[in-house]
């Protein structure tokens, strides 16, 4: 069964895609932050839509700091985004989980 036709293996494949993301030392804090606010987000279309505004709100950050990040997970391989235009339109968001279950998560230097 693949992640979309099984709920349960989606949910493990968003975990595993949000655990990837986590440990990257080439995502800056947001980017990561934004992530785990968007793995909770993501329904059965395995997609979510939240407006960028809302986002920004919901992570007390400015719209224009949800762009870059937004563009951090979308440049490192992690996010697909569908630019939605015009007033009132949201972007869709889709987590790219081969990533998260095919690459092994790069760990971060020893202290």
């Known amino acids: 069964m693949t992640a979309h036709s099984d709920p349960r293996h989606f949910t493990a494949a968003k975990l595993a895609w949000q655990a990837r993301v986590i440990v990257d ?21 395995h997609t979510t839509w939240p407006a960028q505004e809302t986002l920004a709100r919901a992570l007390s950050v400015t719209v224009r700091s949800i762009r870059r990040a937004t563009e951090e997970l979308v440049k490192a391989g992690y996010l697909k985004v569908r630019i939605s235009r015009g007033r009132g339109k949201a ?21």
């Open 25 to 45: 030392p080439d995502l800056g804090q947001l980017a990561r932050l934004l992530a785990c606010h968007l793995t909770h987000m993501f329904g059965k279309s």
């Open 91 to 111: 972007n869709i968001y889709t987590p790219v989980l081969s990533a998260a279950l095919v690459t092994p998560p790069r760990q971060l230097p020893a202290a």
